[in-house]
């Protein structure tokens, strides 16, 4: 039985941790914001067991003229629960939940080989690739809900 639901952002680091900050401390997973009221957290749950994660931040980005705008971030599956859609159930879960909130433009940092996960649901890329840290390629991507 699949379902998805807000969460903890401390929930989400038993999926961001392998996925996203594999080899790293555990405080890496925390990022700046994670404890907002105005963050979103959401995982999708596989017979009880959390597989997937992302987190969504009320970030103005100056790219875009909306007045509100949402960043995703961390958004992660398990290695184990890959390719199997459920990346794609999160994120139209998340789209969901900002229409309802009358949000229309969600965009985010995605790494470079995540950019066609996205580029199939629709997202854009905006600008030129970046680099983060020691995590490498990115690009902006976004959508108007």
Request: charged share 20%; with cysteine; glycine share 6%.
């Amino acid at each position: 039985m699949m379902k998805i639901e807000e969460i903890t952002f401390q929930e989400t680091f038993s999926v961001r941790h392998p996925v996203l900050r594999a080899g790293k401390p555990i405080e890496s997973c925390h990022f700046d914001g994670d404890d907002l009221a105005s963050t979103k957290h959401f995982g999708i749950f596989i017979d009880n067991t959390l597989v997937g994660v992302t987190s969504l931040f009320m970030q103005h980005h100056s790219f875009f003229n909306h007045k509100i705008q949402m960043q995703m971030r961390g958004m992660a599956v398990l290695n184990s629960h890959q390719k199997q859609g459920f990346g794609e159930k999160l994120l139209a879960a998340c789209e969901n939940y900002l229409r309802n909130e009358k949000i229309n433009l969600l965009w985010f940092n995605a790494r470079a080989n995540a950019v066609p996960f996205y580029e199939k649901l629709d997202y854009q890329i905006m600008g030129k690739s970046f680099e983060i840290g020691d995590i490498g390629t990115h690009f902006v991507m976004y959508k108007q809900l």
